[in-house]
Nanobody, 124 residues
Framework: QVQLVESGGGLAQPGGSLRLSCAAS????????MNWARQAPGKGLEWVSG????????WYADSVQGRFTISRDNAKDTLYLQMNSLKPEDTALYYC?????????????????WGQGTQVTVSS
């Protein structure tokens, strides 16, 4: 069965960095785009970033553009999110999601499997 397991969350200071990972199994990882989303306390789910199945293109929400970098290693079936210049407003539970197709990024609805999430807290 499809499994997505996020890791790498934790506590970071404003201006700091964290790198999230998402280990995928149960499907042909290299055939599907992948997305990151987050949910801050008391708020709805927000799409953060997405990457095509071959890693050839990536997309970002305006709120993280220039600070976050999404990448993937198809040989290791793993998705990453490098988060730099972290802000308190980046505090959220971060999820990775498997898209329905190879280029479906930018949408919360066009994902069929989600991980359990990893908590990121940005605070001094």
């Amino acid at each position: 069965q499809v499994q997505l397991v996020e890791s790498g969350g934790g506590l970071a200071q404003p201006g700091g960095s964290l790198r999230l990972s998402c280990a995928a199994s149960g499907f042909t990882f290299s055939n599907y785009a992948m997305n990151w989303a987050r949910q801050a306390p008391g708020k709805g789910l927000e799409w953060v970033s997405g990457i095509y199945s071959d890693g050839g293109d990536s997309w970002y929400a305006d709120s993280v553009q220039g600070r976050f970098t999404i990448s993937r290693d198809n040989a290791k079936d793993t998705l990453y999110l490098q988060m730099n210049s972290l802000k308190p407003e980046d505090t959220a539970l971060y999820y990775c999601a498997k898209a329905l197709g190879s280029r479906m990024v930018g949408s919360l609805e066009e994902n069929d499997y989600w991980g359990q999430g990893t908590q990121v807290t940005v605070s001094s």
